[in-house]
């Protein structure tokens, strides 16, 4: 359990996290989304004692991080950027981490195998691709059998089948009863991922839901309908939304598909395509950010030709 | 595919010595820590090689002629031979003491250090026990080893004297004033967290003020007053036996003040702990 209350950043005039309120419960992965620098990875460091709060506060079951007794035991932590000596191997990073709390060689060489760096173990650090930079850190979190872990966009940089292992390994991780904070821009992989969603922008919590609640929360599933006559069948559901899409099929909105049939059928209207869509994460993720993104592209290349 | 373990016990915690361990592992599993130690080895044994194959000459009188050696001058030719190596061990020590936490920083690796050790502080002490242990008997092995290197040479010119508990004493000297410049690093190196600053500042205390004291000592009174409370002369007393007949000087000339050795140790060591109280400061306030 992961609880900030009115939990603030401010980095000199730059206010990275704004008085936030959350917490992050056992036994489900939660997902952090946010657009870049809304201020996930700093609140991530101010969880694990690394960056001190400018105000409020957060805790790790009950406890400030810095108080305690076995912080590995508790929390196993994957920040963003490379947290590891180049020089080192990574055997021996993993052996210095684990020695600060008595753990031995076994576990050290159980993480290892666990996260597939055996042939790489004794080789140093530097010379790893950024896939392996990362699995070296995932096994760093995993050293203490921790109780929460918290992985800072931990499927960056990995291949097809690392994505599909660390899905695996939260959400076994999460149903042994663990917290799982982790965050992710591939909004694909969350939504297979993660139970529950903390959106948050410009330092601020903009949504903090269960998935479902979240991607409805958007203006839900809508259902794509193809007709020779759209007017009638508008006129026959008042209640709903519609818009026409690029195709000429008609995107109803507030209705579900039975109540876009039914209602064909009543009014004699002949369709040709009936289909419940759903809405993805991204989409909501989206909507949720749009007025709260700090760094947006320039469009595509023409684009930015054009308004030259 | 689990992650639960029974190869973590439940009541595996943090310990002060456990730490120590951790950053014994971290020193002894880095190359730059072989390369500073050979560096240190070889150097200061070369010196005393160089020195030892040219001590004849030190044996010469004003008029040229060779003069008799007595047991005086045995004891501080031989006692030059086995300490002259520190001054150019004592830089890379500091270097070393300075990399010992920069790279730390340089590489990220600092943040996996500290939130595993969110206290901070038993990092920092974990360290200066490695570097000072590590520095000490590096400087015992090599003022012994100079020793040994030059001991066939200065005995055939009859200018050696066997290890006596002054001579013991004062490389002992040697070696503890080694494990204090790397303390002296380390705190540096904390306190400013970049391998490029840390190194630019103990040089800059160990050679550089020094010798700019003594060219202003030339022209501002008092100046010498200051010299022998400065690193490198503290160190400089430690390993040096004190004499207790006056050196036969000029008239006019004042000999420099040499601080007694406990009282150098002592001094050498407040560098160390002001610096590593600095880095203590710095290193339990600021983000990593
Ligand atoms: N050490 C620091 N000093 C100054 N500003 C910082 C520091 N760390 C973060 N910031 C600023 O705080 C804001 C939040 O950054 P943060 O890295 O937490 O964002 P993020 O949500 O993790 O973004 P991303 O998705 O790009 O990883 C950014 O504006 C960033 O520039
Ligand atoms: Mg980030």
């Given at each position: 359990m992961i609880e900030a209350t009115a939990l603030s950043k401010r980095y000199g005039s730059r206010t990275?996290?704004?008085?936030i309120d959350f917490t992050v419960r056992p036994g489900i992965v939660t997902g952090f989304l946010g657009p870049n620098g809304a201020g996930k990875s700093t609140t991530m460091r101010m969880i694990v004692g690394l960056d001190r709060p400018t105000a409020g506060a957060v805790t790790v079951n009950g406890k400030a991080y810095r108080e305690q007794r076995a912080p590995l035991r508790e929390v196993g932590v994957l920040l963003d950027?490379?947290?590891?000596?180049?020089?080192?191997s990574a055997y021996h990073h993993l052996l210095a981490m684990a020695a600060t709390h008595g753990i031995g060689k076994q576990r050290v060489n159980e993480v290892i195998e666990l996260t597939g760096l055996s042939s790489v173990a004794?080789?140093?650090?530097?010379?790893?691709?950024l896939g392996m930079g990362q699995r070296l850190g995932i096994a760093a979190a995993l050293l203490g059998d921790p109780a929460t872990l918290i992985l800072d966009e931990?499927?960056?940089?990995?291949d097809p089948e690392g994505v599909q292992w660390v899905r695996k390994l939260v959400r076994h991780l999460a149903g042994e009863g663990r917290t799982v904070l982790l965050s992710s821009h591939l909004m694909s992989e969350m939504s297979q991922t993660a139970d529950h969603i903390i959106v948050l922008g410009r330092g601020r919590v903009l949504a903090d839901a269960p998935v479902d609640e979240i991607i409805a929360g958007a203006g839900g599933a809508t259902v794509r309908v193809r007709t020779p006559r759209p007017d009638l069948l508008a006129a026959a559901l008042p209640e709903a939304q519609h818009s026409t899409l690029s195709d000429g099929a008609l995107s109803v909105s507030g209705a579900t598909a039975e109540q876009v049939g039914e209602a064909a059928a009543r009014s004699g209207v002949v369709l040709h395509e009936l289909t419940p869509v759903a809405s993805s994460l991204e989409e909501a993720y989206m909507a949720l950010t749009q007025d709260e993104?700090?760094?947006?592209?320039?469009?595509?290349p023409a684009a930015v030709e054009e308004t030259r | 595919m689990t992650a639960t373990s029974a190869t973590v016990r439940q009541d595996a915690h943090l310990t002060l010595g456990r730490v120590v361990r951790s950053e014994w592992i971290k020193f002894t599993s880095l190359r730059s820590t072989y390369w500073t130690t050979g560096i240190i080895l070889v150097l200061w044994l070369g010196i005393a090689l160089l020195f030892a194959l040219t001590a004849?000459?030190?044996?010469?009188g004003p008029d040229g002629q060779p003069i008799e050696p007595n047991d005086e001058m045995r004891q501080s030719v031989t006692m030059t031979a086995v300490t002259t190596g520190a001054f150019f061990g004592m830089l890379v020590a500091a270097i070393q003491g300075v990399l010992t936490i920069s790279g730390e920083y340089s590489t990220g690796m600092i943040r996996s250090s500290l939130a595993a050790v969110?206290?901070?502080l038993a990092v920092l002490l974990g360290k200066a026990v490695v570097v000072f242990v590590w520095m000490f008997l590096l400087g015992a092995v090599s003022s012994l080893g100079a020793y040994l290197v030059a001991l066939p040479f200065l005995g055939s010119y009859d200018l050696a004297v066997p290890l006596g508990s002054e001579e013991l004493l004062a490389m002992l000297g040697a070696a503890a004033y080694l494990g204090i410049v790397g303390l002296f690093g380390l705190g540096i190196g904390t306190l400013v967290r970049s391998a490029a600053g840390g190194i630019a500042i103990t040089v800059a205390v160990l050679m550089v003020i020094p010798m700019a004291l003594g060219v202003l000592s030339i022209w501002i009174d008092g100046i010498e007053d200051i010299v022998p409370y400065m690193l490198d002369s503290a160190g400089n007393a430690m390993m040096t036996i004190p004499s207790d007949t006056e050196a036969a000087l000029p008239p006019g000339m004042e000999a420099p003040t040499v601080l007694a050795p406990p009282v150098a140790a002592l001094v050498a060591s407040a560098w160390a702990a002001v610096a590593l109280v600095l880095g203590a400061l710095a290193l339990k306030g600021r983000d990593a």
């Amino acid at each position: 359990m992961i609880e900030a209350t009115a939990l603030s950043k401010r980095y000199g005039s730059r206010t990275a996290v704004d008085g936030i309120d959350f917490t992050v419960r056992p036994g489900i992965v939660t997902g952090f989304l946010g657009p870049n620098g809304a201020g996930k990875s700093t609140t991530m460091r101010m969880i694990v004692g690394l960056d001190r709060p400018t105000a409020g506060a957060v805790t790790v079951n009950g406890k400030a991080y810095r108080e305690q007794r076995a912080p590995l035991r508790e929390v196993g932590v994957l920040l963003d950027a490379k947290a590891m000596h180049t020089g080192r191997s990574a055997y021996h990073h993993l052996l210095a981490m684990a020695a600060t709390h008595g753990i031995g060689k076994q576990r050290v060489n159980e993480v290892i195998e666990l996260t597939g760096l055996s042939s790489v173990a004794r080789k140093r650090v530097g010379g790893f691709s950024l896939g392996m930079g990362q699995r070296l850190g995932i096994a760093a979190a995993l050293l203490g059998d921790p109780a929460t872990l918290i992985l800072d966009e931990p499927v960056n940089g990995l291949d097809p089948e690392g994505v599909q292992w660390v899905r695996k390994l939260v959400r076994h991780l999460a149903g042994e009863g663990r917290t799982v904070l982790l965050s992710s821009h591939l909004m694909s992989e969350m939504s297979q991922t993660a139970d529950h969603i903390i959106v948050l922008g410009r330092g601020r919590v903009l949504a903090d839901a269960p998935v479902d609640e979240i991607i409805a929360g958007a203006g839900g599933a809508t259902v794509r309908v193809r007709t020779p006559r759209p007017d009638l069948l508008a006129a026959a559901l008042p209640e709903a939304q519609h818009s026409t899409l690029s195709d000429g099929a008609l995107s109803v909105s507030g209705a579900t598909a039975e109540q876009v049939g039914e209602a064909a059928a009543r009014s004699g209207v002949v369709l040709h395509e009936l289909t419940p869509v759903a809405s993805s994460l991204e989409e909501a993720y989206m909507a949720l950010t749009q007025d709260e993104i700090e760094y947006r592209a320039g469009g595509t290349p023409a684009a930015v030709e054009e308004t030259r | 595919m689990t992650a639960t373990s029974a190869t973590v016990r439940q009541d595996a915690h943090l310990t002060l010595g456990r730490v120590v361990r951790s950053e014994w592992i971290k020193f002894t599993s880095l190359r730059s820590t072989y390369w500073t130690t050979g560096i240190i080895l070889v150097l200061w044994l070369g010196i005393a090689l160089l020195f030892a194959l040219t001590a004849n000459f030190t044996a010469v009188g004003p008029d040229g002629q060779p003069i008799e050696p007595n047991d005086e001058m045995r004891q501080s030719v031989t006692m030059t031979a086995v300490t002259t190596g520190a001054f150019f061990g004592m830089l890379v020590a500091a270097i070393q003491g300075v990399l010992t936490i920069s790279g730390e920083y340089s590489t990220g690796m600092i943040r996996s250090s500290l939130a595993a050790v969110p206290g901070r502080l038993a990092v920092l002490l974990g360290k200066a026990v490695v570097v000072f242990v590590w520095m000490f008997l590096l400087g015992a092995v090599s003022s012994l080893g100079a020793y040994l290197v030059a001991l066939p040479f200065l005995g055939s010119y009859d200018l050696a004297v066997p290890l006596g508990s002054e001579e013991l004493l004062a490389m002992l000297g040697a070696a503890a004033y080694l494990g204090i410049v790397g303390l002296f690093g380390l705190g540096i190196g904390t306190l400013v967290r970049s391998a490029a600053g840390g190194i630019a500042i103990t040089v800059a205390v160990l050679m550089v003020i020094p010798m700019a004291l003594g060219v202003l000592s030339i022209w501002i009174d008092g100046i010498e007053d200051i010299v022998p409370y400065m690193l490198d002369s503290a160190g400089n007393a430690m390993m040096t036996i004190p004499s207790d007949t006056e050196a036969a000087l000029p008239p006019g000339m004042e000999a420099p003040t040499v601080l007694a050795p406990p009282v150098a140790a002592l001094v050498a060591s407040a560098w160390a702990a002001v610096a590593l109280v600095l880095g203590a400061l710095a290193l339990k306030g600021r983000d990593a």
